[in-house]
């Protein structure tokens, strides 16, 4: 048990470095693809060298910031609106494919490793300030990136440029993504509150 506990962020990137491989063999579009993983792979192996220079979370850190790169490769395979997720909207009545929303929920479970790190190095001396920075941080990353988004979108134009931004037709979608982002941080700094240590 211990030595799964030592080697657990390994065994998440082992499991992350299969699936990037394997779905990115035969993408739905290899524009979106592209656009979807960079950004994601990016994150990734930012944590790998914050590791690698000693720069470490808890396991819960890590579990909780691997979500969305395992989501969000899911999507750039499939493209997010083509996600086969029938069961999650069909449980509660959505009319469009909400996978896109669960993955923005889950872009702000960063916020877990954000509070984290700035406990742990000292830059706050409270939880309160620690998540309330996390949430503020998650709040303007979600926002600049649907600016990206948007103008990735009017770039790419066509299939592609529709495909990434993934609005499905709600003129709403940014707005209610930036939304999710922040409910998922919010939500991860409240079990934050019980986990993280001073």
């Known amino acids: 048990m211990q030595l799964f506990k030592k080697y657990f962020p ?27 993983n960079i950004p994601i792979f990016a994150i990734v192996l930012f944590l790998v060298i914050l590791y690698m220079r000693g720069i470490k979370f808890s396991n819960t850190g890590y579990l909780l910031m691997s979500i969305l790169p395992f989501l969000h490769t899911v999507g750039g395979y499939y493209t ?13 009545g959505f009319e469009r494919n909400m996978f896109d929303r669960v993955g923005h929920f889950t872009a702000g479970f960063f916020a877990y490793g954000l509070a984290e790190y700035v406990l742990t190095y000292k830059k706050v001396s409270t939880k309160f300030w620690a998540s309330f920075l996390a949430v503020c941080f998650i709040g303007t990353l979600a926002m600049i990136y649907e600016l990206i988004e948007w103008q990735y979108a009017v770039k790419a134009g066509g299939d ?39």
């Open 160 to 198: 592609a440029g529709i495909a990434f931004l993934g609005s499905q037709g709600d003129i709403w979608d940014a707005q209610k993504d930036m939304l999710m982002d922040t409910l998922g941080a919010i939500f991860v700094v409240i079990i934050g509150i019980f986990t993280l240590k001073k």
């Open 10 to 36: 390994h065994l998440l990137l082992t499991i992350y470095i299969i699936e990037f491989v394997s779905l990115g063999l035969h993408p739905y579009s290899r524009d979106v693809w592209y656009a979807e």
């Open 80 to 92: 997010f609106e083509r996600v086969p997720f029938d069961w999650f909207n069909n449980f509660f």
